[in-house]
């Protein structure tokens, strides 16, 4: 299997620019999950889905991110308008089963000036 | 707020010696407790976990210590090979709360010849 799949692996935009960070789980797994990692705040959950239907948003900082997945094998999470705080590693990881171990995909780092 | 702490961040030792890796937690409601490895511009990887009903749990070269009176779990990691020089994170979660994993700041290991 190739693994969890993330693109793009790095991206740099202005700030009010539109970003759309992009993951492939691996095939099989039914739960989904965003996170961020920042030098201030670790590694934090931002939202994860079960059969590609939302569960837990509440790690979502601002309205300003959303995130969807339409299907089993896609997700996407999108920042509009960017701002530069915004800027960080953007992890997404799948398992099987709530409690199956989470397999990472190599992250997007954003930079947004 | 972080409720799940390792206090150092680097660690250094010789090839062939024991790493001890150290995490401390806040939450008395937290009874799954995990240790993910990361390298350089990869994901994070899943090492070792135990849950709150046993205070010891092994494989390989790695072993888990969990002392729930304390609010404490280590990596013992014997002995170290080069290849174990990473980012190493202590993640806690809680039935309670989802199973949402909490993570520490990571403590960097370096694996001297």
């Known amino acids: 299997d190739a693994g969890v799949i993330q693109s793009p692996r790095h991206e740099v935009t202005e700030m009010g620019q539109e970003v759309t960070l992009r993951c492939k789980p691996i095939?099989?797994?039914?739960?989904l999950f965003w996170y961020r990692q920042t030098m201030m705040r670790g590694l934090e959950l931002l939202i994860y889905?079960?059969?590609?239907?939302?569960?837990?948003d509440s790690g979502m900082p601002e309205d300003r991110f959303s995130a969807k997945m339409p299907n089993a094998s896609f997700s996407t999470l999108k920042i509009q308008p960017s701002e530069p705080r915004d800027s960080a590693v953007y992890f997404c990881?799948?398992?099987?089963?709530?409690?199956?171990?989470?397999?990472f995909g190599p992250g997007t780092r954003l930079t947004v000036t | 707020d972080q409720q799940v702490k390792q206090n150092s961040p680097s660690l250094s030792v010789q090839e062939g010696r024991i790493s001890i890796l150290n995490c401390d937690y806040t939450?008395?409601?937290?009874?799954?407790f995990l240790w993910y490895k990361k390298y350089p511009a990869e994901g994070p990887t899943f090492l070792i976990s135990?849950?709150?009903?046993?205070d010891k749990n092994e494989d390989g070269r790695f072993t888990v210590f969990l002392n729930k009176s304390a609010k404490h779990l280590s990596l013992h990691i014997v002995p170290s090979q080069p290849g174990d020089s990473a980012v190493y994170f202590c993640?806690?979660?809680?039935?309670?709360?989802?199973?949402?994993?909490?993570f520490g700041a990571g403590t960097t290991v370096t694996v001297r010849a």
């Open positions: 993640a806690a979660s809680a039935q309670t709360n989802d199973y949402k994993l909490s």
């Open positions: 990881a799948s398992s099987r089963g709530r409690l199956g171990e989470q397999y």
């Open positions: 939450n008395s409601m937290f009874d799954y």
């Open positions: 889905f079960n059969n590609n239907v939302p569960i837990d």
């Open positions: 095939s099989g797994h039914d739960y």
């Open positions: 135990i849950s709150s009903i046993k």
